[in-house]
């Protein structure tokens, strides 16, 4: 009897440990102006989830610190969470920001130490932010990415993700963030063709001002494109948090953006 609840138990964690859940969200100028109350909601909508990608959190100061205040509140549900602040991006024509990411400690682990991208951080305005993590014995590395607006023409600067699985040959890279730019468009070719697959299509992910004849969505900008080769896709999604407020505006406080999100398991 001990022996057969021992290889249960050992199912379970192996399971658990198998499956993952990351969650993607520009959080519209996360930083001091967040106030107690909305940092609480947003820990409320990511609890559930292991690895938290957070885009547009402020360059000054009051953004790293709003960070560590979203960790602390998730941290009172439960479960042991740790955090990691990008440096500001070292864009000079359009405005530096900061990433960053939230993990669950008995889901993941840091490995290694987060990094700023280098290589094109000339032509990519705010160069992404790459943290590896230890999933059971496997690794995943997450690249955290906001593009510069869709006036700006975003597709010129994320022509150059197709060169970074060829700089990081040996890592399993997933691709996550606001691009500013549809799944669809062209310049994601390169990337698809290499065998990676958006988790969402034809799926609008940012808030309109207004919402008209009960359509609140505007935008098919954020997304998570991962190797289908190097992981078992399990389910994606938005969580329309917009839904809990009795107006656009007040969510828009929140942000202007769905948070998105992926169930995988590694192969």
């Known amino acids: 009897m001990k022996i057969t609840l021992s290889i249960v138990l050992s199912f379970f964690t192996l399971f658990s440990f198998s499956q993952t859940k990351i969650l993607s969200w520009n959080l519209e100028n996360y ?5 107690e109350s909305e940092i609480n909601f947003i820990a409320s909508i990511i609890v559930n ?22 960790t602390a509140a998730l941290n009172e549900k439960g479960a ?8 500001p991006t070292s864009s000079s ?10 993990w669950k400690t008995n889901k993941a682990k840091l490995k290694g130490k987060p990094w700023l991208e ?14 590896t993590f230890e999933i ?14 869709k006036n700006r023409n975003p597709e010129t600067e994320i022509k150059y993700f197709k060169f970074l699985p060829l700089s990081y040959p040996t890592l399993n890279l997933i691709f996550a963030g606001d691009f500013n730019c549809p799944q669809s468009h062209t310049v994601f070719y390169p990337l698809k063709k290499m065998g990676y697959v958006p988790i969402l299509q034809k799926q609008k992910t940012t808030l309109k001002q207004k919402c008209k004849n009960n359509v609140c969505l505007a935008s098919e900008f954020d997304n998570i ?3 289908n080769a ?16 009795n107006s656009i505006s007040e969510a828009r406080k929140i942000s202007d953006h769905l948070p998105i999100w992926m169930e995988f398991s590694l192969n």
């Open 31 to 35: 930083g001091k102006s967040k106030s």
């Open 49 to 70: 989830y292991e690895i938290i990608a957070i885009q547009e959190v402020v360059a000054g100061y009051g953004g790293a610190q709003a960070v560590a205040k979203l």
């Open 80 to 87: 042991k969470w740790d955090y990691t602040v990008s440096d």
């Open 93 to 102: 024509s359009y405005k530096a920001e900061r990433y960053a990411f939230i």
């Open 118 to 131: 280098k290589k094109y951080n000339i032509e990519i305005d705010r160069e992404p932010y790459f943290a």
């Open 136 to 149: 059971g014995k496997k690794t995943i590395t997450i690249s955290n990415f906001h593009a510069i607006t």
């Open 225 to 227: 494109f991962y190797k």
């Open 230 to 245: 190097s992981l078992k896709y399990i389910n994606s999604g938005v969580i329309s948090f917009y839904t809990k407020f």
